[in-house]
């Protein structure tokens, strides 16, 4: 809403998904090598965020703000039926991931003539992150961690770009 001061918006958005598939509990109706297994993928994903524009000098600059944060989670698992233990599905990996970016965005332009323009700007990133991925071992049933990592990465990038029109076309 512009209150003019400048103009104000929001945005959010989210989904939410699983995809599986459940082995048929019968040998006989198993064609392929994963006709056995049963398979679990959930994902989640959101985002939420804010722009801010603020035209000043008489409308030929602007300034423009975006923050936004961006959640993501996924998680999937892979068991096998085992016959000799009537089908009983025993897990055999899985997976978990999640994600939390943190970003923010600011440009400024300036338009000092017709053929002319000025932009500016500087984006920050802050990504926060796990993922554990691990498989059991099938006769033991123990479970080894492959991967398991947790961190924080940040990225921070200037930018300036000048735009030069020789003619009006």
């Not at 961006?70 to 999937?76: I, Q, Y």
């Not at 698992?77 to 999640?98: F, G, H, T, V």
Request: net charge negative; aromatic share 14%.
């Amino acid at each position: 809403s512009d209150n003019g001061n400048g103009d104000f918006s929001f945005f959010a958005l989210y989904g939410d998904n699983l995809t599986q598939r459940i082995a048929k509990a019968d040998a006989s109706k198993w064609v392929t090598s994963i006709d056995n297994e049963n398979y679990r993928d959930e994902n989640q994903t959101g985002i939420t965020g804010m722009t801010y524009s603020l035209p000043f000098n008489s409308g030929k600059s602007y300034l423009k703000w975006i923050a936004a944060t961006t959640f993501t989670h996924n998680k999937s698992a892979l068991s096998i039926l085992n016959q000799e233990k009537n089908y009983e599905p025993e897990l055999s990996q899985r997976s978990d991931m999640e994600l939390l970016d943190l970003k923010y965005n600011l440009i400024i332009n300036h338009k000092f003539n017709n053929q002319n323009t000025l932009c500016m700007g500087l984006d920050v990133a802050r990504t926060n992150y796990a993922y554990q991925y691990s498989i059991f071992h099938p006769t033991t049933r123990k479970e080894y961690t492959h991967f398991h990592n947790v961190g924080v990465s940040d990225l921070v990038q200037a930018f300036a770009q000048w735009k030069h029109r020789f003619d009006e076309k």
